[in-house]
């Protein structure tokens, strides 16, 4: 039991805290869900899991709304797992530590897990209470949705019997989204050859400090991807020739949804002065052109034991040509939606292995065409540098519906409770309302939730009065369902 059970809403906070205690990185839900479905027998629900695991729970109306509509509330089991370096912390075993900061919850050192463990904990905390009011309620509960939506792709059709649902997985409280990205995964392969190394001193070039987050609700705030600003050192060394070198290892990030925040590189050389020099030159452009963006960016060099092989010349200029030209950050906006990001592209991991160099890119797009536009993009360049692409996950956007009783439903109750209208928008970021709309079509869906920052890395935290807004809008809703 931590602190944050003390805070309101006592019971949304306190499923929160032990979402907490369990483990449920990407994969790794099975602790989450095993211990949901017995919760969910002991209080004498209907629930189920489908053949990928996902839940889905049920609970009669409340006296006397027996008539409504039924509504589901969704959200996801699974959540990013991003530690700071130096945090000695287990995803499969260690329970996310949370604390509050001010008017934040935030955890110590991790990832918080608020996407979408707020969202998931007011679902169960709906259907634990005796006193939200609310129709025939079905909670479902997805599996994998950070590193796939593996859930909501194989979410079976007849299994839901609600006609209006409430997506729980947003990020700014005043907000009511109607419409999403959708987006697909490219694999990127370089084939390496290498060589026994023909210089005498090995060292690493670590890039850290820097921000990171989502990389779709976030592409567009000018963040700084570590691994093309790596790539930017490393093409700068070699295009002013200030000294020769060859690549041993390259790597960067950790999950393929989120901008990396650090990474590295294994250079063979001889002149470590010149590679001292060209580093500090670079943490200088730091310090100039990056200090607004990125503050606490930081480059360093670490000697190392000398390597036996390293990358062959060919290798090491197709290595760094290849993560150079890599389109990353936004590469078109909407010209329907004012404002919103249509197009983007990120690589969110970079791993060496004994032949290969590997990239994980996700790619994100309002229309088809852009996603298609995309991947000519990654096909015409890793053509150009010796390497190959595959492309998977694809899911479709979420096209935005204006015209409908649970968003009209969701606009008064937040506008009762704020005082003003809320927001109605199209979110860059990939939810799952789109994969489930291909099932379920004449479904009515909203999203909304409360304000988190920072989704995606360790300094993700969730606004408290947020989420007290969030649940009051939440439960009036719910109260109003029409019949």
């Known amino acids: 039991m931590s602190e944050i059970q003390t805070l ?6 306190q499923w929160f805290d032990r979402l907490c205690a369990i ?7 099975e602790k989450v869900a095993e211990f949901i479905v017995n919760w969910a027998k002991e209080k004498g629900l209907f629930v189920e899991r489908d053949q990928i695991g996902n839940i889905l729970i049920r609970k009669p109306a409340s006296k006397s709304m027996e008539n409504r509509q039924k509504v589901a509330l969704q959200a996801h089991l699974d959540m990013v797992p991003q530690a700071n370096e130096g945090t000695t912390h287990d995803f499969l075993t260690d329970p996310i530590l949370p604390y509050i900061d001010g ?11 608020a996407d979408n463990g707020i969202g998931l904990a007011s679902a169960l905390a709906v259907l634990d209470s005796g006193d939200v009011a609310h129709p025939e309620l079905e909670v479902l509960c997805t599996m994998t949705e950070e590193a796939g939506m593996d859930g909501a792709h194989h979410l079976k059709a007849n299994w839901l019997q609600s006609s209006l649902m409430i997506n729980t997985d947003t990020e700014e409280v005043g907000e009511i989204y109607i419409g999403c990205a959708g987006g697909e995964d490219a694999k990127i392969t370089l084939p390496v050859e290498r060589e026994q ?4 001193k090995t060292y690493r070039v670590l890039l850290k400090g820097l921000r990171g987050g989502h990389s779709g609700c976030d592409i567009h705030t000018n963040r700084v991807n570590a691994i093309k600003l790596l790539a930017r ?4 060394v070699q295009q002013t020739q200030a000294f020769s070198f060859a690549l041993a290892e390259i790597r960067g990030g950790s999950v393929r ?8 590189a294994t250079l063979c050389l001889n002149d470590e002065t010149a590679l001292q020099t060209a580093v500090q030159n670079f943490q200088d452009f730091l310090q100039q052109e990056l200090a607004m963006a990125e503050p606490n960016a930081v480059i360093s060099l670490q000697a190392v034991e000398n390597e036996k092989t390293a990358f062959n010349q060919l290798s090491t200029h197709n290595a760094v040509h290849l993560l150079n030209a890599l389109p990353n950050g936004v590469i078109r906006h909407s010209d329907v939606v004012a404002g919103v990001v249509e197009t983007s592209s990120s690589i969110g991991v970079l791993t060496t292995e004994e032949q290969a160099v590997t990239g994980l890119v996700l790619m994100r797009s309002l229309v088809e065409s852009g996603k298609q536009y995309s991947e000519n993009l990654l096909h015409s360049i890793t053509a150009l540098c010796g390497a190959s692409v595959k492309f998977s996950g694809n899911y479709p956007g979420w096209q935005p519906h204006p015209d409908t009783d649970i ?9 009762d409770v704020l005082g003003h209208p809320a927001e109605i928008k199209v979110i860059h970021a990939g939810l799952e309302c789109g994969l489930i709309k291909q099932v379920y079509p004449h479904m009515e869906i909203v999203s909304f939730g409360p304000t988190i920052r920072n989704a995606h890395s360790p300094d993700e935290k969730v606004h408290i009065p947020a989420v007290q807004t969030y649940w009051k809008v939440l439960t009036a809703v719910l109260a109003n369902i029409p019949a």
Not at 23 to 29: A, I, M, N, V
Not at 103 to 113: D, F, H, I, K, R
């Open 197 to 200: 190394n023909p210089f005498t």
């Open 407 to 415: 968003l009209r439903l969701t606009e008064k109750h937040y506008a």
């Open 103 to 113: 008017e934040w919850v935030t955890a110590t050192g991790t990832t918080l897990g």
């Open 233 to 236: 050192f490393l093409a700068n």
């Open 257 to 264: 949804n989120a901008i990396p925040r650090e990474a590295s």
């Open 23 to 29: 483990p449920r990185p990407s994969h790794h839900e």
């Open 8 to 13: 309101q809403p006592t019971l949304l906070w």
